[in-house]
């Protein structure tokens, strides 16, 4: 079955750039979205469409893709930035909205 | 403002049946597909449910297809979840999110989410 799969923590200092990577066999043929979620609120949609940023999110989130793998980068990491990130994707048959496992971004 | 704003959470016992409401406004509802998104404590997030407008095409995970059922009300701009035969590993924070206009897949709003705990 179609699944995405995460690292489980990424660590980066404050000022760097940070990568969360997304794999997948479906993500050829089906969008990705990514998600940022703080402890004890909801998540927010961060990027649509592989590379396209939800309104109000700021310029250094950024998303990429190649064949099965797909990238959130975050450029010039703040502390504020701390969560959880989960990509999201579907099934080959569009019927089933996918989440990958989510990775704990820690700001050192 | 566009929101969605979750109820009906609380704790049922195994076996038990609920229903979970979500109200929505600041937005023409019949216009957008819904979905149901859950966590377990401690857990990512697992899809659960979606339902397109006028109800068309609706699909679960297979986790709890037979036992779930969603359904939306346009007049009131809501969507439900009916929960049955609930099992321990429900329990979750149940979110109700708006399919992303621009998009098949994406849930571009989220409300901060409902309880279910099944003890």
């Known amino acids: 079955s179609d699944e995405l799969t995460q690292p489980p923590s990424v660590s980066v200092s404050p000022g760097q750039t940070a990568t969360i990577l997304c794999s997948g066999d479906?993500?050829?043929?089906?969008?990705v979205y990514w998600y940022q979620q703080r402890p004890g609120q909801a998540p927010l949609l961060l990027i649509y469409?592989?590379?396209e940023r939800a309104s109000g999110i700021p310029e250094r989130f950024s998303g990429s893709t190649s064949g099965t793998e797909v990238t959130l980068t975050i450029s010039g990491v703040q502390a504020e930035d701390e969560a959880t990130y989960f990509c999201?994707?579907?099934?080959?048959?569009?019927?089933?909205?996918?989440f990958g496992g989510g990775t704990r971004l820690t700001v050192l | 403002e566009v929101k969605v704003v979750e109820s009906g959470g609380t704790q049922v016992k195994p076996g038990g049946s609920l229903r979970l409401s979500c109200a929505t406004s600041?937005?023409?509802?019949?216009?957008?597909?819904m979905n149901w998104v859950r966590q377990a404590p401690g857990k990512g997030l697992e899809w659960v449910s979606y339902?397109?407008?006028?109800?068309?095409?609706?699909y679960y995970a297979d986790s709890v297809k037979g036992r779930f059922t969603i359904s939306r009300d346009d007049a009131n701009d809501l969507v439900y979840l009916q929960l049955s035969s609930l099992r321990a590993d429900d329990t979750a924070i149940y979110y109700c999110?708006?399919?992303?206009?621009?998009?098949?897949?994406?849930?571009?709003?989220w409300g901060q989410g409902t309880t279910v705990t099944v003890s």
């Open positions: 479906a993500l050829p043929q089906q969008y």
């Open positions: 469409k592989d590379t």
């Open positions: 339902i397109s407008t006028s109800s068309t095409f609706i």
């Open positions: 999110a708006r399919r992303h206009p621009e998009t098949p897949y994406g849930m571009d709003v």
């Open positions: 999201q994707s579907a099934d080959r048959s569009g019927a089933y909205r996918l």
């Open positions: 600041g937005f023409f509802f019949r216009d957008f597909g």
